[in-house]
């Protein structure tokens, strides 16, 4: 069985701040796919980013940043310099490796950047 | 770039009515996915097509069920319809590959009275 742990349920910051959303998960399975998903206020899903379990190479795009630990099972995002656009619920989620596998959605972080 | 499409966006029904809501995946993709999130909650998975077949069924009443189509919409049929079922309810498509993102519509809002 998956399972996708977000600890945080609500963070609040200032514009400009960076911000850290932490993702914990469990799987049985040795190759999997990581993804962070971005719900605003409008209800829509947007993808974001997606690693690969075999690639632990961290990157940054943007003003988004990754940071991938397969020793801890952690897939911690980072919004940098903060916006009110960035305002949203994020959900971190992971796939198995079997062809048209389901998303396992953790239970989300509710960002909230204010002026 | 073409989305996956959701229709209709809003959906209010009564208790023990009939509810069909369609789906139109990115053109290409091979596999449908649908979700319900209630309120507050995370999305969680009902049923996926691959290849008008379906591959994986999570959590989907019996009162749900689900297809695939020959040109790849989706439609999923929920009858006897409960106040629980409030919810709002996504498909997603993505191409089969297990490296391939989800793409998520805008969903559908229902709302049972």
């Known amino acids: 069985a998956q399972k996708v742990t977000q600890a945080q349920t609500e963070i609040s910051v200032v514009e400009k701040e960076d911000v850290t959303l932490d993702c914990v998960y469990e799987t049985r399975d040795t190759t999997y796919y990581l993804f962070w998903y971005k719900q605003p206020p409008s209800g829509e899903l947007v993808f974001l980013i997606r690693?690969?379990?075999?690639?632990?190479q961290n990157e940054i795009s943007g003003r988004y940043s990754w940071n991938f630990q397969k020793s801890t099972s952690s897939f911690n995002f980072t919004i940098t310099a903060s916006q009110v656009v960035d305002s949203a619920v994020y959900f971190c989620a992971l796939r198995g490796a079997g062809t048209a596998s389901k998303l396992t959605f953790g239970t989300g972080t509710r960002l909230q950047v204010t002026l | 770039a073409a989305g996956v499409i959701q229709s209709p966006r809003h959906l209010i029904k009564e208790k023990r009515e009939t509810a069909t809501l369609k789906c139109y995946p990115i053109p290409r993709h091979d596999t449908v996915y649908w979700y319900q999130q209630g309120p507050g909650q995370d999305p969680q998975f009902l049923i996926s097509?691959?290849?008008?077949?379906?591959?994986d069924k999570g959590s989907i009443p019996d009162r749900f069920s689900a297809q695939q189509f020959s040109d790849y919409h989706s439609e999923l049929n929920m009858s006897s319809l409960e106040l629980g079922d409030s919810a709002l309810y996504f498909c997603?498509?993505?191409?089969?590959?297990?490296?391939?993102?989800?793409?998520f519509g805008n969903g559908t809002r229902l709302t049972v009275t």
């Open positions: 690693r690969n379990s075999f690639d632990e």
């Open positions: 997603a498509s993505s191409l089969g590959g297990v490296n391939s993102p989800l793409h």
């Open positions: 097509f691959y290849e008008k077949m379906q591959s």
